[in-house]
Structures are given as C-alpha cells and as structure tokens.
C-alpha cells in the first residue's frame, strides 16, 4: 500500500485517519510508501481548478499559502508511477 496525506487536514484529521491507518498497515507488513503533504490541507488531493471551477467552488480550490497543487500531483504522480513499477514487477 502506498498512503498520502495532508498534514494540514481540518476535515480528516491527519492524527485520527491516516495516522492509525498507516500505523495498521505497518503492523500488518503492507504499508511499502507513504507521503506527508507539508502544509496541504483537504481539497489539495483534487485535480487543480480551472478558473470556471475556482469561480464556483472557491472552498475546494484554494489551498494554504505556500501549497502549490500542480506541483504536489506531479509529484504524487511520478511517487505513485514509481512505487507502481517497484511493487508490481514481474518476477
């Protein structure tokens, strides 16, 4: 299992979801990455917004300062991509 999380959550709370779930996962042997999101809050695991959407529904596109979204999905991405071809290679 790989796990992300938003150090910063007000909605799942890091210390009451992904904490206990990557502690879990650690007993059970099958945690095999994980990535603290520094300073993200909630809504950073979304796609980035257009302008229509951020004129919309401002609340899930605005991320804290200093949080760049695009920046953390290319990263996520090529982290997710990499621990896909470590973890499924063929035999």
């Known amino acids: 299992m790989f796990l992300a999380?938003?150090?910063?959550?007000?909605v799942l709370l890091p210390?009451?979801?992904?904490?206990?779930?990557?502690?879990?996962?650690?007993?059970r042997g099958s945690l095999r990455g994980t990535r603290l999101v520094p300073g993200a809050?909630?809504?950073?695991f979304l796609a980035p917004?257009?302008?229509e959407l951020a004129g919309d529904a401002?609340?899930?596109?605005?991320?804290?300062?200093g949080v760049d979204r695009v920046a953390v999905h290319r990263e996520l991405n090529a982290e997710i991509a990499s621990f896909f071809e470590q973890?499924?290679?063929a035999p």
């Not at 210390?15 to 007993?27: H, T």
């Not at 809050?41 to 950073?44: P, S």
């Open 49 to 51: 917004c257009t302008a």
């Open 58 to 65: 401002a609340r899930l596109c605005e991320d804290p300062v």
């Open 87 to 89: 973890t499924l290679k």
């Open 5 to 10: 999380w938003a150090e910063r959550d007000p």
């Open 15 to 27: 210390d009451e979801n992904a904490e206990p779930v990557k502690r879990a996962l650690e007993r």
């Open 41 to 44: 809050g909630h809504y950073v």
